[in-house]
């Protein structure tokens, strides 16, 4: 039997069914697209955190390694060289959440000795967090080891290392939080202490675990006052970094890494 020639055409239901299905299969696709397009340059920035945090975490090993104390450690001079996690005069606005301070000899300028101080700590300026590096040379009026060894590290004298007063301090950028954990020995069931100081252990660690939490320039930028005090506040309360990590606002948490470290010391075996 022959078709009419009307038969071969599609009719209006049709029509207006198969580009109802076009319409919806391309909003599908733009809303894919669109998701895609978000998720690849956030990949990247948490690929570049990572990569910048542990390149920042292998400097800190390395002059951690080196951390010394003296020799005899009964003598009148034993707390002349010091290992201090969490130093008691160090306060709140360097305490995110931990700080670490150390002498080892690869001071820059050695007319002086070889002795420089050494340290790590994050800083909020301007709801910007960072981790600072704290170094002083034996020749500089701040070198206070030696002349007043109970006095050498306090919150006064970082204020000369944090951003804004004095660039040298600045280390890597949109760091804000910074945990410890120190262990006397080897022994892997050891329970890890989270501060510690050489004038009572007499000792250094022999191993000291660095987490850090570290957020995307696009999370930086959305630290409002507000945000920034919810941030400042889980870091303060958490004692670890999987902890302060789980309590972020969303907003941060999906643009933050945790990135985590183990250093040997040469010394403290």
């Not at 956030?42 to 690929?47: I, L, Q």
């Amino acid at each position: 039997m022959l078709r009419s020639p009307d038969s071969r055409a599609f009719t209006l239901l049709e029509m207006l069914t198969a580009t109802a299905i076009t319409m919806v299969f391309m909003a599908l696709l733009a809303a894919i697209s669109g998701h895609v397009s978000r998720l690849i340059p956030m990949e990247v920035d948490k690929t570049q955190q990572r990569s910048g945090a542990r390149a920042a975490l292998n400097f800190i090993e390395k002059e951690m390694r080196q951390a010394v104390l003296s020799r005899d450690a009964s003598s009148s001079t034993a707390n002349s060289l010091q290992f201090l996690i969490n130093p008691p005069k160090v306060g709140a606005p360097y305490s995110f959440h931990d700080s670490v301070f150390w002498q080892a000899p690869i001071a820059s300028t050695t007319n002086s000795g070889d002795f420089a101080e050494v340290g790590y700590f994050v800083a909020w300026k301007n709801n910007l967090p960072c981790l600072c590096r704290f170094f002083v040379n034996p020749d500089s009026p701040n070198y206070l080891i030696y002349r007043d060894p109970d006095n050498w590290i306090t919150s006064d004298l970082l204020n000369g290392f944090a951003p804004g007063t004095n660039f040298e301090g600045l280390f890597l950028e949109n760091v804000i939080g910074f945990w410890m954990e120190a262990y006397a020995s080897g022994n892997p069931t050891e329970t890890p202490l989270t501060s510690w100081d050489s004038r009572s252990t007499k000792k250094l660690p022999a191993r000291v675990d660095i987490s850090l939490i570290v957020i995307g320039p696009a999370a930086a930028k959305r630290l409002t006052d507000e945000l920034t005090t919810t941030v400042r506040q889980a870091v303060a309360a958490a004692s670890t970094a999987q902890n302060c990590f789980s309590n972020l606002p969303q907003s941060i948490r999906s643009n933050a890494s945790i990135v985590k470290f183990s250093v040997i010391l040469e010394n403290g075996q």
